[in-house]
């Protein structure tokens, strides 16, 4: 390696690790108090609207034969 790549690489080294060292120093000097936590409020509301469903067979014809096929009808519901 050459005299020029090496400095370089020394100047990188040194840039890096003063970029790493510096900013946790200058939080912990700037941090006059430690930080809290706020209270956790949890609301948890009634649900407004619900799926009422009805379930049946139904007797269909097909050109195979006659088939009970089942259906099911939902609507919404407040609740």
Not at 36 to 52: N, V, W
Not at 60 to 66: E, F, K, L, M, V
Request: proline residues 11%; aromatic residues 10%; contains cysteine.
């Amino acid at each position: 390696m050459s005299l020029i790549t090496r400095i370089m690489l020394a100047g990188f080294v040194a840039l890096t690790l003063a970029s790493i060292a510096l900013p946790t120093e200058a939080l912990a000097q700037n941090t006059p108090y430690a930080p809290h936590a706020h209270p956790r409020i949890e609301i948890t509301p009634r649900p407004l609207l619900y799926r009422r469903c009805v379930e049946r067979l139904e007797l269909q014809y097909r050109p195979s034969g006659p088939v009970l096929y089942p259906l099911t009808y939902c609507w919404w519901v407040r609740g």
